[in-house]
């Protein structure tokens, strides 16, 4: 009986086709020839494998990373690789012979398979982490969609700063400046006065002359805004939403996961309620700790007013098993937007979530200042220019309301849940100071 070639490996290793003629499309992942037979590792199009084994005078054209289709007989062998079973193949059509340099081989350098990445992209750990990546913002979909949340799009090309102009990519738009993104969120809270809870997946620019494992300058944002919360609902929303990616990830991509070497049971742990700590807090237990800060040259012991960074969030984090919201730093170190708490003048209603066992910050969110006065104040400490900003002030002055929310790192969060050191692994195209192709 013939199995339609549109199945995939995983679909077909099943007792249901044993003693069946199938047929699997692909590319030649692993290539071992002998005298008589020749074994064929095939990768089909998601990523999937199965040996097939040819009479060694049908290959000897062959070479690694050949485009294929082949037809045979499945057997089950509990010695094939990949799940035991095997297709004893009987025809071989070649689409595309690959040329015998291939450059991928099974031990490359990091910097080679980023100056390859069009082509590493098939190794199964790239698959495998792409898979992961596919999860998680299906998942940070399906809960948004759930929990009566509007998906919108915002503009990527914008006039003025969220985060601060010193990261800002500037280009030239019709004779105007103009520059890419740093977030959505400006525009999002335009849309709540009409939408109620919206958010957006898009991708965000920082122009950060950082070199860290930890930062990209262009990263897929997931933010979401909405009107009338409190500091405490924003939390928990974002609490849920984490726990929810996470269960439903690990479940999915189990076999992912394993691949990648990741313990999943540190993960199924993850459940709101997460641990807050104020900022002092914080503090305090890095001096305890004894941490350094260097400036100039010099290291001094970390001190209230101090920004974490990402040696001090791992430093706080590492011996954390679950994630925790740093809340109440001090106003001077958060950007324009954020509301200063009116019960205690200095310190922000906002929180950053992170990440436990030394992968800090994925996650930071808080209330959005809706005072005009104070607002259109922060824009001018700032060094900012409020007529950039007049739209956005506009919203202060026709029936401002309190609001809140946050935005997420989705290369953080995929960092963390596969356990991987540097962040340029956990997208297909990562884009950093040092990198802008393939």
Not at 197 to 206: G, Q
Not at 268 to 293: S, V
Request: with cysteine.
């Amino acid at each position: 009986m013939y199995i339609s070639s549109s199945l995939r490996c995983n679909d077909i290793k099943s007792a249901e086709y044993i003693g069946k003629i199938v047929s699997i499309r692909g590319w030649i992942h692993r290539l071992r020839k002998q005298k008589d037979n020749t074994f064929i590792i095939i990768r089909d199009d998601r990523g999937g494998l199965i040996q097939t084994v040819f009479p060694s005078e049908k290959t000897s054209h062959l070479t690694v990373e050949s485009s294929v289709e082949i037809k045979g007989l499945l057997q089950k062998d509990p010695r094939a690789p990949e799940g035991g079973y095997e297709i004893k193949g009987n025809d071989l059509k070649t689409y595309n012979l690959a040329e015998l340099d291939y450059p991928i081989g099974e031990y490359q350098s990091a910097e080679l398979l980023l100056d390859n990445r069009h082509l590493a992209i098939r190794t199964r750990r790239m698959i495998s982490i792409a898979k992961v990546r596919a999860s998680i913002t299906k998942f940070a979909r399906q809960w948004l969609i759930e929990n009566n949340w509007m998906e919108v799009s915002a503009p990527t090309i914008v006039k003025s700063a969220v985060e601060g102009g010193s990261t800002l990519f500037k280009l030239r738009y019709f004779g105007e400046d103009a520059y890419l993104s740093q977030s959505a969120q400006l525009y999002l809270e335009a849309m709540i006065f009409g939408l109620g809870p919206v958010w957006s997946l898009t991708p965000s620019f920082r122009a950060e002359k950082s070199r860290t494992v930890r930062h990209l300058t262009e990263f897929l944002h997931l933010e979401a805004e909405a009107p009338w919360v409190s500091l405490e609902d924003i939390l928990g929303i974002q609490e849920q939403l984490i726990s929810f990616i996470i269960q439903n990830t690990i479940n999915e991509r189990f076999e992912e996961l394993s691949l990648l070497k990741r313990n999943v049971n540190e993960l199924k742990h993850i459940r709101a309620p997460f641990d807050r700590i104020t900022y002092e807090k914080a503090i305090e237990i890095l001096q305890t700790n004894g941490f350094m800060l260097e400036e100039n040259g010099n290291k001094r012991c970390i001190k209230w007013g101090d920004d974490l960074n990402i040696y001090s969030e791992r430093e706080l984090t590492k011996h954390y098993t679950h994630p925790i919201f740093v809340v109440g730093y001090p106003i001077q170190l958060k950007p324009i937007y954020v509301k200063e708490d009116r019960e205690c003048r200095g310190r922000c209603l906002s929180a950053d979530l992170l990440a436990p066992q030394g992968f800090g910050e994925i996650s930071s969110g808080g209330l959005r200042e809706d005072d005009l006065v104070s607002l259109t104040k922060r824009i001018e400490e700032g060094g900012l220019n409020p007529a950039t900003y007049d739209w956005y002030l506009d919203l202060r002055r026709y029936g401002s309301i309190p609001h809140g929310g946050f935005g997420i790192g989705i290369e953080r969060i995929i960092r963390w849940i596969t356990n991987i050191e540097d962040i340029k692994e956990t997208v297909l195209f990562p884009r950093t100071i040092s990198r802008v192709a393939p």
